[in-house]
């Protein structure tokens, strides 16, 4: 149980009697009244958004979350397969609205971790969180061209997965870099070619 004062970013709590994330709180205390946390949540099971607010009486359960690797094998229409890194033959689909933005940067083989919700001694995948990370193929850049660099920013280029990512004048197609999978922005150059 987590009292209302503990109820953060970044914490899974059951309300409405479903998974949901804490993407914003803020404790008020004003001066005639008891304090408050007002709380933005996402369920991780509908998608839906809603602001709620705990007062200092209440109380709310964390939900039972369980880490577990997996590997990404492939995808059809809005199915996304995976299986055990350990045993390939346990297979098993999630539907792309749980998989959300990482269908971007899911690779083929590649692991990540999958959030798995007991509800009720039902396993239920919640979320898949990939490595913050990733290198990527550059697989169309247009070409430099000299003196580009006085302004800085940089050039529009295609990866390996179709997404388009602003990147430096320097980088060329065929080169392999790191792209950041929370924010979608160039890291920096691995190798050329």
């Not at 839906?48 to 607010?53: D, E, V």
């Not at 890194?85 to 269908?103: L, M, T, V, W």
């Amino acid at each position: 149980m987590l009292e209302y004062s503990e109820i953060r970013v970044g914490k899974i709590i059951i309300y409405e009697e479903e998974p949901c994330d804490v993407l914003d709180n803020h404790v008020a205390r004003t001066q005639m009244r008891k304090p408050q946390n007002q709380v933005k949540l996402k369920s991780l099971t509908s998608g839906r958004t809603w602001n709620a607010t705990f007062h200092a009486a209440d109380k709310v359960d964390e939900a039972d979350i369980v880490k577990k690797n997996v590997k990404f094998l492939y995808s059809t229409k809005d199915e996304f397969w995976f299986c055990d890194p350990e045993d390939a033959k346990n297979r098993f689909k999630i539907d792309a609205k749980i998989i959300g933005d990482a269908s971007k940067y899911l690779k083929t083989n590649e692991n990540a971790i999958a959030l798995v919700w007991d509800d009720d001694d039902e396993e239920k995948i919640i979320r898949i969180i990939l490595p913050i990370k990733m290198e990527f193929l550059i697989k169309e850049a247009p070409p430099s061209i000299r003196g580009n660099t006085a302004n800085g920013g940089g050039k529009l280029a295609v990866l390996e997965n179709g997404i388009k990512i602003q990147v430096p004048f320097f980088v060329e197609e065929g080169d392999r870099i790191v792209v950041n999978t929370e924010s979608g922005e160039y890291v920096e150059r691995v190798s050329n070619k």
